[in-house]
Each structure stands twice: as structure tokens, then as C-alpha cells.
């Protein structure tokens, strides 16, 4: 972003609003500055610069815009990386409810594809690191966007529990974690481990044959 074009954003964005845009609504806030701004975040990551060493200069510097810019939209470091772990995120689709099994393998290939995605799951590990230690922003974070995937699992499992298709006799929150917690280890805790394919079907299937009820159970 040019000068011109900030200084404009300025005298919008400081704390009156500035003269009608025809056709424009919402804040007058550039969405081209937040961009170039969370961009400049995950560069500068990217480089090898650690979360500590990262300053709101640093950043504004690298987006190429003021740093009364980069506060307005942040108050400070922490909320600016909420933002960036946010921008890594990609919702994933509903479940098409066709089936327990098909559903359940669809989420875990998109954790799969997640994980294939370099930049998101290295990225993700360092913000995730400096965001945990900001317990109102990772709870945030958690409320935001990990509850809503979270759901999205339960809501299958359920569905697989009143088919007789899932026991019902176990804590769904634990049998979630079943299912997405090898898929996590592998993008997550081990950077160079392989992601086949298969992997997804494979781990449903698996746990699938572990939590299906038994003859004498359904009897």
C-alpha cells in the first residue's frame, strides 16, 4: 500500500467516520491492508523469525504501512496472531450425511489435506505456541473455530449412535479424539511423516471395527 492510499485510510479510520463511499458498506477499513499485514505475519514466520523476535514495527514495515495502521486493527502482538492462525484456517465442508462411515472419512481427509498444506501446518504450530499461552485468545480461537469442527464430528457420531451403527456406550468426546487425534499427531507433531491417501479411510475403519456394538450388545 502506498502512502496516498494510507494516509486516505487514516483519516477514515481514526475514529470518525469519513465522507460516503457510493456503494461502499461496513467499516472503513481497508481489507487490502489487513491482508498485506497478515501476509507480512506469516513471511516474516516463514523466514525463520521467531514469534519473540516479531515486533509491530517489524510488521508494519514489512506490509509497507504505517504502524498506526497495524493498531488500529490490533491492540498488540497476541490479537494479531489470533488473526493470523484464523487466515491459516479453511472451513471444512458439512457432512453429506449419506452415510456414518463416508462422513467420518470426508472430515478426516480434509484434516489430511490441512496437513498436506506446508505452509498451514509449520505456520500453525508456531502461532499455536504463542497463542496458547494467551488463555482468553485461545479460548477465542477454540470458540471460534475449532468448536464448529468439533460439532460437525459429534453430529456424525451421534447419527452413528442412534443407527446402532457406534456403541452407545461410550463418551463421545473421547471417541472424536479417537478419530482425529492420529491424523493431528501426524500433521501436527511430526512434520516429515508421510499423510497417504488411504490414511483417512484407514483410521475410520480401524476405530470403526472397535466401536461398533457387539452381537450380544445389540441383542
Do not use: C
Not at 497476541?78 to 450425511?97: E, F, H, K, N, T
Not at 449419506?98 to 504450530?125: H, I, M, N
Not at 507433531?189 to 457387539?214: C, Q, S, Y
Amino acid at each position: 500500500m502506498n502512502r496516498a492510499a494510507e494516509d486516505s485510510e487514516v483519516a477514515v479510520d481514526g475514529g470518525r467516520p469519513g465522507p460516503a463511499t457510493p456503494g461502499r458498506r461496513g467499516r472503513p477499513r481497508s481489507a487490502a491492508a489487513d491482508s498485506a499485514i497478515i501476509e507480512a505475519v506469516l513471511r516474516l514466520i516463514e523466514d525463520g523469525v521467531s514469534i519473540g523476535e516479531l515486533s509491530m514495527e517489524r510488521i508494519a514495515r514489512e506490509a509497507g504501512v504505517g504502524k498506526a495502521t497495524v493498531y488500529r486493527r490490533w491492540p498488540g502482538k497476541s490479537a494479531l496472531m489470533l488473526d493470523v492462525m484464523r487466515s491459516l484456517d479453511v472451513p471444512s465442508p458439512p457432512p453429506a450425511g449419506l452415510s456414518v462411515r463416508d462422513d467420518l472419512v470426508s472430515l478426516l481427509e480434509f484434516l489430511r489435506r490441512r496437513g498436506l498444506a506446508k505452509r498451514s501446518s509449520a505456520l500453525l504450530r508456531t502461532v499455536v505456541s504463542h497463542v496458547q499461552a494467551q488463555p482468553e485468545l485461545w479460548a477465542e480461537y477454540q470458540a471460534t473455530v475449532v468448536r464448529a469442527r468439533h460439532e460437525a464430528l459429534l453430529g456424525v457420531l451421534r447419527r452413528g449412535v442412534a443407527n446402532g451403527e457406534i456403541r452407545a456406550d461410550h463418551d463421545l468426546d473421547t471417541l472424536a479424539d479417537l478419530f482425529v487425534g492420529p491424523m493431528l499427531a501426524r500433521a501436527l507433531l511430526h512434520d516429515r511423516t508421510e499423510l497417504p491417501d488411504a490414511l483417512p479411510a484407514d483410521i475410520v475403519d480401524l476405530v470403526l471395527e472397535g466401536v461398533r456394538p457387539t452381537a450380544r450388545a445389540a441383542g
